[in-house]
């Protein structure tokens, strides 16, 4: 070969190899190769000396030297030292190992490699992001069926008790509601008015936040006393479902917090522990821990919420805080998918946070964290 065809290979942008002979010695190796495997030097030396017999490369290379039939493999993945830094990595390359001939015998192999490393992790990103939007369409669609489903469910009721109303009134004198059927009539149809008040708040809120208008309130609270407040108003629907709401909350914990706001989140824990736990008990504790994350170390005001009911599996419990995401089905559970996005968004929008603990059928632990 001429010395400047020669410094050309050397400098080329693939792996090129030469290797002859029965132990697949090494004439040639350009630069890049020689760095791909580690950077020792390689002229003259066997095939089995530079790899382990578990090596891709070395497997495929003996494949081709005794069957004679070349191996292409595209976007073909190998260990190797790809940034010269002595550490393997996965990396992606167009192969071709390409069997010498002299005659009918095959007496060395050629390997041309190009790395398409970079391309292809480009490509698998376009992917994830692809399916990751893929999946919010569809969470938005579901959601867009199960928000009109739940508004239509109070607004019917409100109808028939409007409509009854009507007909009484329209009736003769003695055949009217009495007061008492009236009262009952106003009171189901003002549930079902706050019920349609809720779910429009809940929509306002995500477009607040969403266009980062959250409006916060920051003063002095006690969070034992808005916890407890909590706790008191859910008893009822706690009872309904068989839950008793235990609380342990006697000390008072006091921060710069936004007393609507964490209600609000505190609110929307409770009411998944009712919804989601079975029946059996729910734990709230109201309490002050000592924590360290890397270089930060301190206190933090905790209130934790545990159901004993369905649980969460592993696999869902990053995303039922994205927004409309659900882990369970709607025939089974009303819901718009909503209250834990926009608890962690007031969470994190008060410095703090929520996390879960959970293991199916295990039931389900949710702490909000703020900061003291
Ligand atoms: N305590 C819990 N136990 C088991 N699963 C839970 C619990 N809390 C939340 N989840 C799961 O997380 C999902 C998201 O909860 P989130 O409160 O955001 O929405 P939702 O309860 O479905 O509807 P809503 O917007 O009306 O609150 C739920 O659909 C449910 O699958
Ligand atoms: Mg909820």
């Known amino acids: 070969m001429s010395e400047s065809l020669l410094r050309h290979l050397e400098d080329a942008p693939a792996a090129i190899a030469v290797q002859r002979g029965p132990e697949l010695r090494y004439e040639l190796a350009n630069r890049l190769y020689g760095r791909l495997l580690g950077g020792a030097e390689l002229m003259g030396r066997a095939l089995a000396e530079v790899l382990p017999d578990w090596a891709q490369l070395r497997r495929i290379l003996e494949a081709v ?8 493999g595209r976007e073909h993945r190998f260990l190797v030292d790809r ?13 071709i190992c390409q069997p010498l001939r002299e005659g009918d015998a095959i007496v060395g192999v050629l390997t041309f490699a190009v790395d398409v490393t970079t391309q292809v992790e480009a490509r698998q990103r376009m992917e994830s992001v692809a399916a990751e939007l893929q999946r ?62 809720e779910l429009i708040d809940a929509l306002l809120d995500v477009s607040r936040v969403q266009a980062g208008h959250m409006d916060v309130n920051l003063e002095e ?9 909590v706790v008191e108003r859910g008893r009822t629907p706690a009872a309904a479902t068989g839950s008793i709401l235990k609380l342990d909350a006697a000390t008072p914990v006091v921060g710069r917090w936004d007393r609507s706001r964490v209600d609000q989140v505190i609110t929307n824990l409770v ?25 930060n170390q301190g206190r933090r005001a905790a ?31 009303a819901g718009l998918g909503l209250g834990l996005w926009i608890s962690r968004q007031i969470a994190e929008t008060l410095g703090g946070t929520i996390i879960v603990e959970s293991a199916p059928g295990a039931g389900a632990r949710f702490t909000l964290f703020l900061p003291l």
């Not at 522990?273 to 000592?290: L, N």
């Open 271 to 295: 009411s998944n522990a009712i919804k989601y736990g079975g029946g059996k008990p729910i734990d709230v504790r109201v309490y002050v821990e000592s924590f360290s994350d890397g270089d």
């Open 65 to 72: 030297q005794r069957d004679g039939h070349p191996f292409i």
């Open 136 to 197: 919010a369409v569809e969470a938005r669609d579901e959601f867009l069926s199960v928000a009109s489903h739940e508004l239509k469910t109070p607004l019917t009721a409100l109808r028939l008790q409007v409509q009854s109303l009507q007909r009484s009134v329209h009736r003769a004198p003695e055949a009217q509601y009495s007061a008492e059927q009236l009262r009952a009539k106003f009171d189901a149809a003002d549930r079902q008015v706050n019920r349609l008040v």
């Open 83 to 95: 940034l010269g830094d002595g550490e393997l990595r996965d990396a992606y390359f167009d192969v």
């Open 221 to 229: 609270i006690d969070l034992a006393a808005v916890v407890t407040e």
């Open 303 to 333: 209130a934790s919420v545990t159901d004993h009911g369905i649980g969460i599996a592993p696999a869902d419990q990053a995303r039922i805080f994205e927004r409309f995401e659900r882990a369970v089905s709607r025939t089974s559970y």
